[in-house]
C-alpha cells in the first residue's frame, strides 16, 4: 500500500541544494561510514579473553583451518552480528521518534519505549515461565507499543509538544523500570535471569538468536525506508504533508510499528539500550541534514559502530571481567543528552 499519492516534483531550489555535488559528498560519506563499520567489525571479533590481531581475526573468519576458527564462529560471530542488528534498530528507531515527535531528543530509552518491552518481558520471565528469544520478543513487542500508544495520548496526541513528550515519557520510563525492579526483588529466579540482560548486554549472543532477530530487524528497516518520504513531509507538519500527498494519520501509524518492530526486536534480543537513538541521529544530521532518505541509510551504518564500540571497549576496560554494552553506552550518552538539552536552552534565550 502506497504511504503517498503522486508527490509533488522538488522545487529548483531544492533540486540546486541537493545536486550533484552535496549526493556526492554524501555519498562519498556513507561509503566511509561503511568502511568505518566494516573495521569496527573486524576489531570485535578480535577482542576478547583470548586476543586476536586482526589478520588472525580475519583467517578465523574465513579459513575453517586456522587456529581461532571456532572462536570467532561460535562466540565472536554472533555477538558482533547482534550488534550489527540491534545498533542499526535502535539508531533508526530513534530517528524516526525524533520525526513523529518533532522531539530531537526522543529516544526510545529515554522516553520508555525500551521500558515497555523490558517490563514486558520480566513480567513473561517471572509469572509466565518464558525463557527464550522466541518468546521474549513477543512480548517486547506488545510492551513497546502499548507504550508507545500511551506516550502519544499522555503526551497531548496531536497537540504534543516535545516538552510534554519528554515529561509523559520520564514518568512512564521511571513508573516501569520500578515495576521490573520490584519483579526482580520479588523473584530471585527472575532476578538471575535479567540480571545481565537488564542493563543492555550482547554478552549472551547465539546464533540462534541472531537468526530470529534478522526477519524482525529487516522488515522495521525495510518499512522505515520506505516512510522517508512521508515523513519528511510530515515533519512541515499535518497541513503541509496533507499539500504534498502525505497522509499524516497513516504515517504515524505506520511509523509507531516500525518502532514498536525495532525497539521489540532489539531489546528482547539484548535488554534496553538507552542513547544509541538519540547520539547518532544528532551526529547525522550534522553530515546528510534532516532528509529522512540520507539520514535513516547513515544512522543503520553508524549506530552499529556506537555499538560495537561501545561493546568492545567494555570486554577492554574491566579484562578479565567486562562491562556490558547498555553501561557503556550510558557512559556515553549521559554527557552528550545533557549537552544537547543546553545548547536547545542556549539557542531558545
Known amino acids: ?17 541537493s545536486g550533484p555535488p552535496r549526493r556526492l559528498t554524501r555519498s562519498a560519506g556513507l561509503l ?18 583470548r586476543p ?43 530517528a524516526v521518534m525524533q520525526t513523529l515527535t518533532r522531539n530531537p531528543l526522543a529516544d526510545p530509552g529515554i522516553l520508555g519505549i525500551n521500558a515497555g518491552a523490558a517490563a514486558a518481558v520480566v513480567t513473561a520471565i517471572s509469572f509466565l515461565g518464558v525463557s527464550t528469544f522466541a518468546g521474549f520478543v513477543w512480548f517486547a513487542f506488545a510492551g513497546s507499543g502499548a507504550v508507545a500508544v500511551l506516550l502519544y495520548a499522555v503526551g497531548g496526541g496531536r497537540s504534543a509538544t516535545p516538552a510534554r513528550l519528554a515529561l509523559a515519557g520520564a514518568a512512564l520510563n521511571a513508573a516501569l ?4 525492579q520490584a519483579v526482580q526483588l520479588l523473584d530471585t529466579a527472575a532476578l ?10 550482547l554478552a549472551s549472543a547465539q546464533a540462534s538468536i ?10 522495521g528497516l525495510a518499512v522505515a525506508f520506505l516512510l522517508a518520504r512521508p515523513l519528511n513531509a510530515l515533519a512541515m507538519g499535518d497541513d503541509a504533508a496533507q499539500a504534498l500527498g502525505a497522509n499524516p494519520a497513516r504515517a504515524r501509524a505506520v511509523g509507531v510499528v516500525v518502532i514498536t518492530l525495532l525497539c521489540g ?24 541534514g534532516p532528509d529522512l532518505r540520507w539520514l535513516l541509510p547513515y544512522c543503520a551504518v553508524l549506530s552499529p559502530v556506537l ?30 543528552f545533557l549537552y544537547f538539552v543546553r545548547r536547545r536552552k542556549a539557542v531558545a534565550a
Open 32 to 49: 566511509a561510514a561503511l568502511l568505518a563499520l566494516a573495521v569496527v567489525s573486524l576489531i570485535s571479533l578480535g577482542v576478547g579473553a
Open 265 to 288: 526486536a532489539a531489546t528482547a534480543a539484548c535488554g534496553p539500550i538507552a542513547f544509541v537513538g538519540l547520539m547518532v541521529p544528532h551526529l547525522v544530521r550534522a553530515l546528510t
Open 52 to 94: 586476536m590481531s586482526l589478520g588472525d581475526a580475519w583467517r578465523g573468519l574465513v579459513d575453517p583451518d586456522a587456529p581461532g576458527y571456532s572462536v570467532v564462529h561460535q562466540m565472536r560471530l554472533p555477538r558482533t552480528l547482534l550488534g550489527l542488528l540491534a545498533g542499526a534498530a535502535l539508531g533508526v528507531a530513534g
Open 192 to 201: 538471575d535471569q535479567m540480571r545481565f540482560w537488564i542493563v543492555g548486554s
Open 307 to 336: 555499538m560495537l564500540v561501545a561493546d568492545v571497549l567494555g570486554r577492554v576496560v574491566a579484562r578479565p571481567s567486562e562491562v556490558q554494552a547498555g553501561v557503556l553506552t550510558v557512559v556515553i550518552g549521559g554527557p552528550v
Open 1 to 17: 500500500m502506497s504511504l503517498t499519492t503522486h508527490p509533488p516534483s522538488p522545487s529548483a531550489a531544492t533540486r540546486t541544494a
Open 210 to 219: 541472531v537468526w530470529q532477530l534478522l526477519p524482525f530487524t529487516l522488515a
Open 177 to 180: 523500570y520500578s515495576y521490573v
